[in-house]
């Protein structure tokens, strides 16, 4: 991630029937351009469909950073923001940071606590600390498209990636939040020769969650 300050929002368009917002900020600095999205709808089953909890989230967002409804964010421009870029998107806040483990620690099997278990757009994720920094295993099910900058939702995959987690641990996704306080066992892989990432491991045979 890395932080840009006061950059000039120059432009607002509207897409998808003016349900998402993408407004363009320019960084001098870098001769290059920004894009954040305020999408009123969410991806499922291959399409855009309306959703009264995110647009709930927009309207929240563009009160809180431009004073604004949604459909008169155009008045911002000429407004400037920090802007935060991350490796696949921007965003007008800080995202929790993710930490990822060494290549040395490659094939390292450990007990982690979890500290965190929901499901958010992408995946079902479980977090823990270790060493004050925070950590997670991901369940995804959803794609990237690069070319739309954003994230699509995969149907069968995310009906997979619950079957799965209800295998390894016992209860339905839903009930998620039960894995906060139990002790798992997670293993440090390595994915492509390059991306090393955290796995979970299923509860062993017969045991249940605490």
């Known amino acids: 991630m890395k932080k840009w300050e006061n950059l000039e929002l120059v432009n607002v368009e509207y897409e998808n029937d003016s349900k998402k917002a993408v407004m363009t900020f320019l960084n001098e600095e870098e001769g290059t351009i920004l894009e954040v999205n305020f999408n009123k709808q969410d991806f499922q089953n291959g399409k855009f469909v309306d959703s009264e909890e ?27 923001m920090d802007v935060y870029q991350y490796d696949r998107f921007n965003s007008l806040w800080e995202s929790m940071q993710i930490e990822k483990y060494d290549k040395d620690m490659v094939g390292s099997i450990m007990e982690v606590v979890v500290t965190e278990c929901f499901v958010d757009d992408t995946a079902i994720r479980i977090r823990w600390e270790d060493d004050g920094k925070t950590y997670e295993s991901k369940m995804t099910f959803a ?49 492509f020769k390059k991306f090393v990432y955290a796995e979970v491991k299923p509860l062993p045979k017969g045991k249940k969650l605490k």
């Open 54 to 80: 995110k647009a709930a989230k927009v309207d929240e967002w563009c009160d809180k950073y431009f004073k604004l409804p949604f459909d008169k964010l155009a008045q911002a421009v000429g407004s400037k």
């Open 143 to 191: 794609k990237y498209m690069e070319d739309r900058k954003e994230w699509f939702i995969n149907p069968q995959r995310k009906e997979k990636q619950e079957k799965k987690f209800e295998e390894y641990f016992g209860i339905p996704v839903d009930r998620c939040d039960e894995l906060v306080g139990q002790t798992l066992m997670i293993e440090i892989k390595l994915a």
